[in-house]
């Protein structure tokens, strides 16, 4: 079973093509970046994958199961149990502090109290933050805000994470640590990560690099 | 129930303080009222009705009546109490001469329950006294003499009611010396007091919501005065008491300021033919026995009283215990201000243990001193 | 994906980890949230319990001197004759019925001739103290000891004693022993005050204008010596007390039949009472559902603002997995408690407000129905509980918009696209405007409502202007364009231009504050029209009304309780002094008609071809002059009624009413059907001949004066003043003034309420403000990269409130015509019987506009300064 598999999907705004016939494919922790310049169709991409948007053609499967059957609750369902998503922004809950952030999600899955708390301990440590644990997203730097996020991102225990520009808002090497951060989880836990980037210096920690350009993939062909 | 009463009780108040007014004003009037005279002759029927020129009066009922196994014990009575001139009479439907208290109880011992009702009224529309014969009514209640005796209406609020025909067993007598009944050593205190000793009751009585057919026996006092005690005088302890052959007793003792009896104190045999047997102070034995406090107003009385004195009959000495039926037959005095102590009793011998017949006992002067409103 | 997740646990995690840290986080706000709330709940519980109180105030002693009878048994018009009593009496038999006499009167004091008015209440305080036998546990202590003075009057005869409540005292600074002089009828008598009537902790003070005597002393007083108002029948608590109770009920219903009499429980007599005051009820009606109606509008509006603010947050949630669904009941659950908090703290306060506003609608009432205390205001859990569940059921709904809102939020992913807002479409379609405004045309053509017991309820006339409240509400976008183009008019002022921009594509917001407004506005302003249409209208009947030159009534005689009247001797004396040329005379009475309280005029005109009393006619009769009502070579009696009474009747011209009258049915027949202003309850005009002889009465409540030719009409009034010091005189001009005065008086709780309704529109106008520079914060940014400063991003913000204040101004207004014309053709006549003329009140209407104007451009300014430096999002 992929952890994600992209096959022929198109999408247009109006008359205006966006996605033109894209496919492709991530084996269980696998990593791979998603480039290309600005209005590419990278994001139209991530949203079709995260179920944000609907493909006009096209299917997507995560983890065996189409989107396409997938109601709105569904789609929940989704985001609640199979994939994350790490944000340029960080969108960390400002009213939680980063412990709670983590355990958020799996209070929404509705994971049992005692079992949260270690795993939320573990996710912690892991991200290298236990010393920071009680504070608030506000208190927090760029780079440990990041590493909250990836921390929540972790707690569903997801078969795929979708990165948008995961380092886009950090100094490199803040950068570079969250990097490495992702690129150890992946390998500790086998989880597929799709990660959109601008910066080149993310295909470091990628097995593959998909480059985009006018809504298809170099070196396939446009559907339409 | 608290904010049902309240509208009035605001002014009932006031109106508590406008009242004992309008009673303690009799005195300025003292050397106007008429005084019981030494060897005058009373006439009847004219004075079994009212006596207007006195400033107090009363017909005073109180009995036994029985159906089969059940027993209640009664009180009816009709007060008059004559005022001060005013300035500007009203018209006679709100007169101004007069007023109305009348009190009515009614014991049940088997449910230990004592009702009593209170009213105050002007002469007028609805209350009043026929002078000439016996007539007083105070808004329902009424008290009618005719050629075979006498008919009592009364109710207690809503909760009982009675109707009782009296018809005498024995005529009346006139109690004291000369034809008044002394009750001090100033002339003025002193009263016309006139008994039936013994009436057979017969009538119905509505408690509970049940009618009950009644009959028993009944004692009437009627006493005209206008100073009922002496100065130094703050209260009575007064019995009547019924014996099964046919004979009673009336009793008093006149309690002073220092705790003592007063000389006026009395007590009277009535033999069956009617023949009275006065026992002066001093010769008879009143003595305090048992004790009750009453919730409402905090006085103690001593409601089961020994009375010691020589039977003309038989020449010996009896041992009389008064035993009350019930505990609190208390007569809270709301309008008139005067709480009292009248309940139903059973004589018994206390030598011989046995019951020898049924009394009236009653004690005033133990919740305020009386004296204040009646002298 | 299997497993799926219960809600509850999810709604409780909301909750607690968001709702309530929001909360915390920002207390200023939630406070501000809770305290509009409390303030909606609380006028709307204060007019109400207000109301209540006004209301209660009058039936307390009319119910019952003894307490709370059982049973009243009255005439349908004058008094009763002593005689009665021993008939009662006879009548109840054996049964244990207390019977306690009423004789009811008024007064004036001497030196406060054109104050308020004193009613007396006689009744047997002997026979009183019995009252303690008829309440189940009633207190039976003892007696409070007193000692007489020596050589004072027994207070058993006609004394001069009266007792009134701890309000009295204060209010005239008197004491227990203390003498007061108030004139009765046109007679001045020293009274003592003997006692003051205790106030009782649960029950409302004793009212401050009445006085108790002893009821002989009364007659006396009130020259109605062996005459009773009523007679209050109690029954005393007893296992038979129902028994008797429904005995007596047959025998005495049967007898006030047979008497022509009315027997009523103490509920009845207040329910014909409460009817009175309908016109002053319909006041608070209006005023009270504006104030919620803007309410609900503000709380929609803080919630929305909410929605704003924690939009990003909500739509991590979603990213995270969040249901649309869960996120809606939380907002729900939101809107609950604070709508539960909000109504508590209101309730609270509404209870204080009340108190306040009593006394101020208490001076309303008193000027034309009847006189009240500010404690009347009882602490009555049902209405508390109404309020409460009111206050959380219109937050909960207003709450829904604002919930679905939040619902509609993409998850984070999507944000970037900017496809964020959107929310509110409620509001922008015109259709559903249009049809309500036809659905409230319609409604305003529906004939009233007529309840059992002849209350007329002008249920169309509500329901229309509901109708056009939302109308206007939905209607008010097409504003939006022409205000802004208005705005943007000039070119060169950049943020003024940037704030019409804004205004030229309104948001759900825009339209939701505009149309709070314009409710507002537009409700306040109708009330506006009607107090102006009623002013002109009244003024000008007075004008036709008033030509004599000199009024005299006896004294207190501005209140239609008044029972004062001039006697025989008094008027006639009056008509004989130097310088009178003749009067009109009017003599008037209460009678009771098919169940319901009205007026019966005695009437006597001038015999002068011009001069005498001129109606304003609606249906005119054959013959109008002087002498037309006396009746000469007629059967029947000629009466003329009021336009209030035909309406609420159905009578007119030629038919024939029978007038109960003491101990007789009277015939009248009605030959003219005039215009009258002075009360709602309906008025007959008869002869004065005919009154007098039908309630043996020769006494008149008021003259109306002409002065012979070149007399002096001061020169007159001032011999009157000075050989009756009763007697109330005053000049044609000084009336008028007065009865201006008065109607003010009646108006004045209208004006508070209305600056309520104003302020929170406006309070909601800066709040909507604040919300929609959060949800532009980048904008902001962009302004500020821009180049523009703090104070220019205010003036944006101030530019666009009163571009706002501008669209619900001018909704409002028009809104407000279209209210005030149903209120005053619709509701109005269907509910008063009274034909107004329309006017507006162009010069108070500018000064509101000008006023909600500034107001809102002094918000709005203080709300962008305070925002303008609002980080973007992209700036964490």
């Known amino acids: 079973m992929k952890a994600l598999q992209v096959s022929r999907v198109t999408k247009s705004y109006g008359s205006d093509p966006v996605l033109r016939g894209v496919s492709l494919v991530l084996e269980p922790g696998e990593r791979a970046a998603l480039m290309g310049p600005s209005g590419s169709g990278k994001s139209t991409l991530l949203n079709c994958i995260g179920g944000i948007d609907r493909p006009d053609e096209g299917r997507i499967e995560i983890a065996g199961h189409s989107l396409a059957g997938l109601d709105e609750a569904g789609l929940c369902r989704l985001r609640r149990e199979t994939v994350s998503t790490v944000f340029q922004f960080f969108h960390l809950l400002p009213t939680l502090s980063a412990r709670e952030n983590v355990e958020f999600p799996m209070q929404l899955r509705g994971i049992p109290g005692a079992e949260r708390a270690v795993r939320v301990q573990t996710l912690i440590e892991e991200v290298g933050l236990s010393h920071r644990a009680e504070a608030m997203p506000h208190e927090l730097s760029g780079g440990e805000m990041q590493r909250v996020a990836i921390a929540r991102a972790l707690a569903i225990r997801p078969g795929l994470i979708l990165a948008d520009e995961p380092t886009g808002n950090l100094d490199s090497t803040t950068g570079e640590s969250i990097l490495d951060l992702l690129e150890a989880i992946s390998e500790k836990y086998a989880i597929a990560m799709l990660l959109v980037t601008h910066s080149p210096l993310v295909t470091r920690i990628c097995g593959r690099t998909f480059e985009m350009k006018d809504g298809i993939i170099s070196g396939q062909d446009a559907e339409a | 129930m608290k904010t049902r009463c309240s509208n009035f009780t605001t002014v009932k108040r006031v109106f508590a303080i406008v009242l004992l007014a309008a009673m303690a004003s009799g005195e300025a009037r003292a050397a106007e009222w008429n005084v019981p005279r030494v060897g005058h002759l009373l006439s009847f029927p004219r004075d079994h009705g009212s006596h207007p020129d006195f400033k107090i009066e009363w017909w005073y009922l109180t009995g036994h009546l029985f159906a089969g196994e059940r027993r209640f014990g009664f009180q009816a009575t009709f007060f008059r109490l004559g005022q001060a001139p005013v300035d500007v009479p009203a018209g006679e439907d709100f007169g101004t001469e007069q007023l109305y208290l009348a009190h009515m109880g009614l014991s049940d011992p088997a449910l230990g329950v004592f009702l009593h009702e209170e009213r105050l009224n002007r002469g007028g529309w609805d209350a009043g006294a026929k002078v000439g014969d016996l007539d007083v009514f105070n808004g329902n209640w009424s008290l009618k003499r005719d050629e075979a005796g006498m008919s009592l209406e009364g109710t207690i609020l809503a909760e009982a009611a009675m109707s009782l025909r009296l018809v005498p067993k024995k005529g009346h007598v006139i109690f004291g010396e000369d034809g008044i009944s002394r009750k001090g050593p100033e002339g003025t205190a002193a009263s016309y007091y006139i008994t039936y000793t013994r009436l057979a009751a017969v009538g119905s009585i509505l408690i509970a919501g049940e009618e009950v057919a009644v009959t028993g026996e009944a004692w009437m006092d009627h006493e005209i005065s206008s100073s009922q005690l002496d100065r130094n005088q703050i209260g009575w302890d007064w019995a009547c008491l019924q014996f099964f052959d046919g004979r009673e007793i009336m009793g008093y003792v006149l309690r002073t300021g220092d705790g003592k009896a007063s000389d006026f104190s009395k007590l009277v045999w009535i033999a069956e033919d009617g023949a009275l047997t006065h026992v002066r102070h001093g010769d008879y034995e009143w003595r305090h026995g048992g004790s009750w406090t009453s919730l409402v107003t905090g006085a103690t009385y001593p409601i089961s009283p020994l009375i010691r004195t020589t039977d003309p009959a038989s020449g010996k000495e009896r041992q009389l215990r008064l035993v009350p039926l019930m505990e609190d037959q208390e007569m809270v005095g709301a309008a008139g201000g005067v709480s009292y102590w009248e309940g139903a009793c059973d004589v018994r011998d206390e030598v011989t243990g046995e019951v020898v017949g049924r009394a009236y006992l009653e004690m005033t002067g133990y919740a305020d001193d009386i004296g204040e409103k009646l002298r | ?876």
């Open chain 3, 1 to 876: 994906m299997s497993d799926p997740v219960s809600s509850l646990p999810v709604g409780r995690l909301l909750w607690s980890r968001f709702i309530w840290r929001h909360w915390c986080r920002e207390p200023a706000l939630t406070l501000m949230l809770v305290g509009i709330l409390a303030l909606g709940v609380a006028v709307f519980l204060a007019v109400r319990l207000a109301n209540k109180a006004a209301v209660t105030g009058f039936g307390m002693f009319t119910e019952s001197v003894s307490g709370e009878s059982d049973f009243l048994l009255r005439p349908k018009a004058g008094l009763l004759d002593g005689a009665i009593l021993r008939e009662v009496r006879s009548l109840s038999g054996r049964a244990p019925l207390g019977i306690f006499p009423v004789l009811e009167s008024s007064g004036v004091f001497a030196d406060e001739v054109e104050g308020g008015l004193l009613r007396f209440v006689g009744t047997d305080l002997v026979a009183l103290r019995n009252a303690a036998n008829f309440v189940a546990g009633g207190e039976k202590g003892k007696g409070i000891s007193f000692s007489q003075e020596e050589g004072q009057a027994s207070p058993l005869g006609v004394s001069r004693v009266i007792y009134a409540g701890e309000a009295f005292a204060k209010a005239h600074a008197v004491k227990a022993g203390d003498e007061i002089t108030v004139i009765v009828n046109d007679t001045p008598a020293v009274l003592t005050l003997g006692g003051i009537l205790p106030s009782d902790p649960n029950r409302a003070e004793v009212p401050e204008n009445l006085v108790l005597m002893d009821l002989p002393a009364l007659q006396a007083l009130a020259g109605r010596e062996d005459r009773l108002s009523r007679l209050e029948l109690r029954i005393p608590p007893g296992a038979t007390a129902e028994r008797v109770r429904q005995e007596m009920a047959t025998r005495f219903a049967a007898f006030a039949t047979e008497r022509g009499l009315i027997l009523e429980t103490p509920g009845e007599r207040k329910s014909s009472v409460t009817q009175m005051s309908s016109a002053f009820r319909l006041n608070l009606t209006i005023l009270s559902g504006l104030a919620l109606l803007v309410g609900v509008y503000l709380i929609m509006q803080a919630m929305e603002a909410a929605v704003v603010k924690r939009r990003g947050e909500i739509a991590i949630l979603r990213s995270l997995g969040v249901t649309p669904g869960q996120i809606r009941r939380a907002w729900l659950v939101e809107g609950f408690i604070l709508g539960l908090v909000g109504s508590v703290v209101g309730v609270v306060l509404g209870r204080v407000l009340a108190v306040g506003m009593v006394a101020a609608i208490g001076k309303t009432v008193n000027t034309i129905y009847y006189e009240t205390t500010s404690s009347a205001v009882t602490l009555e859990s049902g209405e508390l509980l109404f309020s409460l569940v009111f206050g959380v059921v219109a937050s909960v709904l207003a709450g829904l918009v604002p919930a679905r809102d939040a619902a509609m939020t993409p998850p984070a992913q999507a944000m970037r696209q900017g496809t964020q807002g959107g929310g509110l479409t409620l509001l922008r379609r015109w259709p559903p405007g249009l049809i309500f405004l036809v659905a409230g045309f319609a409604c305003a053509m529906l004939p009233p409502l007529r309840l059992e017991g002849g209350t007329v309820v002008p249920l169309g006339g509500y329901l229309a202007a509901m109708m056009l409240v939302f109308a206007a509400s939905i209607l008010i976008g097409v504003l939006f364009r022409p205000v802004a183009a208005l705005l943007g008019a000039e070119r060169d002022a950049a943020m003024r231009c940037y704030a019409a921009s804004q205004l030229r594509r309104p948001e759900g917001r825009h339209r939701l504050t505009a149309a709070g407004l314009a409710v507002a506005i537009g409700m306040s302003a109708a009330m506006g029209i009607l107090v102006a249409s009623f002013e002109t209208t009244l003024t000008s009947w007075i004008r036709q009304l008033l030509k004599a030159d000199l009024y005299v009534a006896a004294a207190g005689a501005s209140s239609v309780t008044n029972e004062n009247s001039l006697s025989a001797a008094t008027w006639q004396r009056i008509l004989e002094l130097p310088g009178v040329a003749g009067a009109d005379k009017l003599q008037r009475y209460t009678i009771s008609l098919e169940g319901k309280d009205v007026y019966l005029g005695g009437a006597d005109y001038n015999d002068d071809a011009e001069r005498f009393l001129q109606l304003i006619w609606i249906d005119p009769p054959d013959e109008k002059g002087p002498r037309a009502l006396s009746g000469e070579g007629r059967t029947k009696a000629p009466a003329w009624v009021s336009e209030s009474f035909s309406r609420r009747f159905g009578y007119g011209k030629g038919d024939t009413l029978e007038l109960p009258v003491e101990s007789a049915v009277q015939e009248v027949e009605i030959t003219g059907v005039y215009a009258e202003y002075g009360n709602e309850a309906g008025t007959i005009l008869v002869g004065r001949e005919f009154t007098s002889r039908w309630f043996k009465d020769d006494r008149t409540s008021q003259m109306a004066i002409y002065t012979e030719a070149g007399a002096d009409a001061e020169a007159v009034l001032e011999t009157i003043s000075a050989e009756f010091p009763g007697v109330m005189a005053r000049t044609n001009e000084k009336l008028r003034t007065e009865s201006i005065r008065i109607f003010h008086q009646t108006f004045a709780v209208t004006y508070a309420l209305e600056a309520i309704a104003v302020i929170i529109a406006v309070a909601g106008l800066g709040l909507a403000l604040a919300g929609l520079l959060l949800e532009r914060r980048n904008e902001l940014a962009t302004l500020r990269a821009l180049g523009a400063t703090r104070r220019s991003i205010a003036l944006a913000s101030m530019w666009e409130g009163i571009g706002l204040a501008l669209v619900g101004l001018a909704g409002g207004y028009v809104l407000s015509f279209v209210l005030g014309w149903v209120l005053i053709h619709v509701i109005n006549p269907q509910s008063f019987g009274w034909t107004l003329s329309y006017r507006v009140p162009w010069l108070s209407f500018a000064a509101l506009a000008l006023v909600t104007l500034a107001t809102a451009a002094l918000v709005s300014w203080a709300v962008g300064y305070r925002n303008a430096n609002l980080r973007s999002d992209r700036e964490e």
